[in-house]
């Protein structure tokens, strides 16, 4: 069974850094792109980051762009965020979520139970 | 780029069939076959239901179904259930080669 577990999520203050984990098993981690998606409480969707399998491609979403960076592990069945800059409407639920594909964006397979961002002074 | 658009909600007695629109442009879901839907239960995982927009993966329910026409996609539940409300998501690629989602729409069972 596919098992993504997110962590690092906290209350930060605007400016600061943060740094988000999604543990992954159940599947070959290395046949799969990953993604990062959030949700505003109350509101929609948002993809924010997605990462090929072998990280030779990345994604980003414009709000994050510059800011973020995305990476993995693959000996670790593991991806990341990294969050510079944080805003306050960067707070938001962070879902890491598997692709079905592995160098393209395809659609999101399966999800975590996300982990909780808030960024306020 | 802005968000696909969907109706706020929908609502469907037991047993009736409702259909969700998710409307984008030329540049989402008009010029690619990579939409998909999500079923999101308050502090649950989403929940993939349809991809590729007519796919059902394995276990979920006959019951739902997608179509597609120009740039609006379509996800058709029958036969409507207590256990199917929630909230329904739906996504496409875009020629930004990025990821994007609908606002949303909160199913209600009556």
């Known amino acids: 069974e596919v098992h993504l577990v997110e962590s690092g999520g906290g209350l930060v203050k605007p400016g600061r850094s943060l740094r988000l984990s999604c543990a992954a098993s159940?599947?070959?981690?290395?046949?799969?792109?990953m993604h990062w998606v959030r949700q505003v409480p109350g509101k929609g969707l948002e993809w924010v980051s997605g990462?090929?399998?072998?990280?030779?491609?990345?994604g980003y979403a414009d709000s994050v762009k510059g800011r973020f960076t995305i990476s993995r592990d693959n000996a670790k069945n593991s991806v990341y965020l990294r969050m510079n800059s944080l805003r306050i409407e960067d707070t938001a639920h962070y879902y890491c979520?598997?692709?079905?594909?592995?160098?393209?964006?395809?659609?999101?397979?399966?999800w975590g139970q996300g982990t909780p961002v808030t960024v306020s002074s | 780029q802005s968000a696909l658009t969907q109706p706020a909600s929908v609502s469907g007695s037991p047993g009736q069939s409702i259909t969700i629109s998710c409307t984008g442009t030329s540049s989402d879901i008009g010029g690619y076959d990579y939409v998909s839907w999500y079923q999101h239960h308050p502090g649950r995982a989403p929940k993939l239901m349809i991809y590729?927009?007519?796919n059902r993966p394995s276990g979920v329910s006959n019951r739902f179904s997608g179509s597609k026409s120009g740039n609006t996609a379509s996800l058709t539940i029958s036969g409507l259930q207590a256990e199917d409300e929630a909230d329904y998501f739906c996504?496409?690629?875009?020629?930004?080669?990025?990821?994007?989602f609908g606002g949303g729409t909160k199913l209600t069972v009556l």
């Open positions: 996504s496409s690629y875009t020629i930004s080669s990025t990821l994007i």
């Open positions: 159940g599947f070959t981690f290395d046949d799969h792109a």
């Open positions: 979520a598997r692709d079905s594909g592995s160098n393209y964006w395809a659609y999101f397979q399966n």
């Open positions: 590729k927009v007519n």
């Open positions: 990462i090929s399998w072998n990280s030779g491609i990345t």
